[in-house]
């Protein structure tokens, strides 16, 4: 009896054994491809793209033979596949072992044309088994563009927005040149690709949307469009003067904005017109013993939004600097530092410092820090810091390091529109009616908002935006 059921535990092995060996044929074979579609968005022409990839599941017994898995543009078709480490444009009679799977891999490299404005390329893949075709759609958007690598502006040079400028390498503006970037302009940068500003750059956007210059990573595709530390950032340098910035939008750098050293004139080295700073992995807006004047200015969620250190003389007026922990970056660091010294091999380095803020927010939530605006001095450089109008979240008033501070607003939330940390939605505008910011700034000079509208002449409200 136990031989005969030896035997019996044999047999059955065997034939499941056998079982898997072969083959189903069956058109209802029950298989899985974990995409219908695959889109790409804007694709640099000649660039190249990430690789998109699907998977086919084989959730049968049996092993299941794949007759072909191919582009149906052919060998002309822009997309390329890699099925299993195969190459195509077709791939032949690949199997998949019972209750396994394979990867497909695909790519688009899109070649120059004349066209100017975004076109699509669609082509799909056709997966065939068992008599029966499944088709995988795909969509990409590609763009032309300039295509600058490690590029040297030698001469006064100017940028208008006919194409996008996608820079690889770096970009270097010489000493005692311009660069002068006008309305409407996309500037795309690449990862390892630092802005070095040793001469000036003059950013003219305006106030529509369409008519703004943008500078951001050249990674358009999800998720990486979002992420922070996409591209290295600007930084001017020591001889750098006379730079402004109107209606800038830079967002997704490592070091957005890095400003050294004083100016070499009596100017600030940097204006910052109506400009939004997003989402920077180590700062927004990082100064060292330099110059900075910023109006109607929004510096949001970046690991540290405003350093200012080491002295230097600044002015912000009509700014939200603000910041919430999400996925990317946790707050936990204050939105404002000010400083008149830097610890250099553990010595404070402490130079005169002047700084003024009139009509700002400071503001942070969902993190670790209870003061968003924290003032340190060393007492062997001279410091003249004053605060006028402005609404923050701290727990120690900046009052007692000496800082001259009037009409502050302390720890009232200031009513911003929409904050969807989840959905990475935040709106920054007043739109609660019983706002504190509201009607309660100082009279300054500055008649219009972020938006391009207008302030009133008497109390403004506080922050970039004016509620309407």
């Excluded at 003219?204 to 050249?218: I, M």
Aim: with cysteine; hydrophobic share 40%.
């Amino acid at each position: 009896m136990k031989f005969f059921t030896g035997l019996t535990i044999v047999i059955l092995f065997l034939l499941t054994a056998c079982k898997k060996d072969s083959f189903i044929t069956s058109p209802d074979a029950a298989v899985t491809i974990t995409a219908d579609t695959i889109k790409y968005d804007t694709v640099f022409v000649s660039a190249g793209s990430i690789t998109q990839s699907f998977k086919i599941i084989n959730e049968n017994s049996q092993k299941l033979k794949l007759s072909s898995i191919k582009l149906m543009g052919g060998a002309g078709s822009l997309y390329t596949i890699n099925a299993d480490g195969i190459s195509g444009p077709v791939v032949n009679d690949l199997e998949i072992a019972a209750n396994d799977s394979i990867y497909v891999f695909v790519q688009v490299k899109i070649d120059p044309n004349a066209e100017n404005l975004p076109f699509v390329i669609r082509d799909s893949i056709q997966v065939s088994y068992n008599g029966k075709d499944k088709k995988i759609q795909l969509e990409a958007w590609g763009q032309n563009a300039h295509f600058l690598r490690n590029k040297e502006i030698t001469a006064d040079e100017t940028w208008d927005n006919d194409l996008p400028y996608v820079i690889l390498g770096y970009l270097h503006i010489n000493n005692g040149k311009t660069l002068t970037i006008n309305k409407g302009s996309r500037i795309y940068i690449h990862a390892d690709a630092p802005v070095v500003v040793d001469g000036t750059l003059k950013v003219k956007g305006e106030k529509d949307t369409a008519d703004r210059v943008y500078f951001r990573g050249d990674r358009l595709d999800d998720p990486y469009k979002d992420y922070p530390a996409g591209w290295p950032g600007i930084y001017f340098r020591t001889s750098s003067i006379d730079n402004e910035l109107n209606f800038a939008i830079i967002k997704n750098a490592y070091q957005a904005i890095a400003v050294q050293d004083p100016s070499a004139n009596s100017a600030p080295k940097i204006v910052l017109n109506e400009t939004i700073v997003d989402n920077a992995y180590d700062a927004g807006i990082i100064s060292l013993n330099s110059s900075v004047k910023a109006i109607n200015c929004l510096v949001s969620n970046c690991g540290k939004n405003l350093v200012l250190a080491q002295g230097g003389n600044y002015e912000f007026t009509h700014c939200t600097v603000a910041s919430y922990s999400n996925n990317y970056i946790l707050h936990k660091e204050p939105v404002l530092y000010l400083s008149n010294y830097l610890v250099v091999n553990k010595v404070a380095v402490a130079k005169d410092l002047t700084a003024v803020f009139q009509n700002n927010i400071f503001w942070g939530e969902n993190g670790s820090v209870d003061d968003e605006v924290v003032v340190t001095k060393d007492a062997s450089a001279n410091s003249n810091i004053a605060f006028d109008s402005n609404l923050w979240k701290v727990k120690t008033d900046p009052a007692t390091t000496g800082a001259v501070v009037t009409n502050a607003i302390n720890n009232q939330f200031p009513g911003f529109d929409s904050i969807d940390v989840s959905k990475r939605y935040y709106d920054f505008h007043l739109r609660t009616k019983n706002s504190p910011a509201l009607n309660i700034g100082t009279t300054t000079s500055v008649f219009i908002d972020l938006d391009g509208n207008p302030r009133p002449v008497g109390q403004p409200d506080l922050g970039c935006y004016e509620k309407q």
